[in-house]
């Protein structure tokens, strides 16, 4: 399902094949349980390798590798690009969002559900009105000329003079106003309740509370929380396929790829909730030795970001994917961890055959009007040919060409196409945001302020596209990394290297 719907929607997505990787007798007889369910569950061209065709496949695998199951027809997405790419292509075809909301309460009505929703409202003072007396003055001078002996081109000259200063005069009152107020917005929490006939609920780790509003006890989320590493680009050169260890009890267990966009990729590790929490140092450290067990090679030295994330799993122990006993109309999709990316396009159609069952006679229905494309964002690049980049800072916008403004250098990510970002039909309001659409701030540098300080450059397009009349947000530090600082040290990297 993927080729097609990249096909349509332009997330990105490449068959680069997968490799689980046995390092002895007993790993392999895993690698025969998992070919044998494979094959069960109508997995095609699954294969075991050894040897010269297992080094063949990929060379720089460490030597420790007995066998490996291979899957040919495995691919990699970037999971935030394919979620943008659905979310936008909803947008276009009509879906509302409504984002930054939480679901307070539920009410069960005899033919569907009120939600009870509270979010934030961000409250901006007026900006000034328009001087009304240059408009008196303009009025004036345009009928002097029939009540007094004065030249008429004159009056119409004065005219045109006041009006422009004026237009000037008040453009400047308004910028200076939402300079003044852009960091002082006054945020009011506000309740809105909304009618529906059918829930789907999808709220992840928030899967249960949510539940819990209509009743339904059924199941508790349980968070598994994981962490990555990312490398550069030049580690992620050589890999080829994505390596996966023989699977323990929490899973797959820490993977080897490279992503979408050639860096490398390390990780995750496998804490539940409940277990203790290890230093950052610590988790650095056993992913990087978990992870040289497939490719010795490896160069930590080049990691500089990570992230960590939380898989939903739940006292129930598999996915859930159904009608909440006893509340006709309200569908749970929970418990979606991995590989849940993978079955998303399979869960969606469920969740459209578990409504239709409910009763919702629109998906009967076919919509003339869908349009299933939606257009890339970032344009293929030629190396430098036709881009410019200009390191002041002062003098970033002097490219009067949007398609040869270059806002990111390390991922040479144009002015156009953070404009096109932002003019989407899904609402942008900060740096973060066209960071995951446009790749601007996601290379090597991380936006270093004295390399190229994409970030700020990013800030001032979002400013002026959205006319200047709200606070920008910018991407926070630490978040949700186990790096020392966000901008690694010579010191930091050989840390690392140690490791």
Known sequence: MFPQLDKDLHFGYYKNGSLVVARGPEDELTLEKLIKQGEENGVKRLKIVRGEELRALEPTLTEEATAALHSPDAGIVIPYEFAIALAENAADNGVEFRIRRRVTGIERLDNGFELHVDYTDVIVPPAPPAPTHLGAIILVLAVLPFVAPVDQWICFGLALAVTFFGFVYHRHRVTKHHQAHKHHQTPTTRVEKIKTRFVVNAAGGASDKIAQLVGDNSFTVKPRYGEYLLADKNEGKSLRHTLFPAPGPKGKGVLVQRTLWGNACYGPTARDYDEPVPTHDETTSYLLTKCRELI???????????????????????????????????????????????????????????????????????????????????????????????????????????????????????????????????????????RRRTRAGMGDCQGRPDNYDCEQRVKQILERELGGTQSIGMRSWPASSILPRRWLTEEDKQKLKKM
């Open 296 to 434: 010795p090679t490896l160069d930590a030295s080049k990691v500089f970001h990570s992230f960590t994330g939380a898989r939903s799993k739940t006292s129930r122990g598999d996915w859930i994917i159904e009608e909440a006993p006893g509340v006709p109309g309200f569908i749970n999709l929970a418990g979606i961890d991995s590989p849940g990316l993978a079955g998303s396009p399979a869960i969606a159609l469920e969740a459209v055959s578990l409504l239709r069952k409910a009763g919702c006679d629109e998906l009967n229905k076919k919509n003339p009007l869908f349009n299933p494309k939606r257009a890339p964002i970032v344009v293929p690049k030629n190396g430098w040919k036709n881009l410019k980049a200009q390191k002041d800072l002062s003098r970033a916008f002097e490219c009067k060409d949007p398609k040869q403004n270059v806002i990111c250098k390390c991922e040479k990510v144009t002015e156009a196409e953070v404009v096109e970002a932002i003019r989407r039909s899904l609402p942008v309001d900060n740096t973060q945001a066209i």
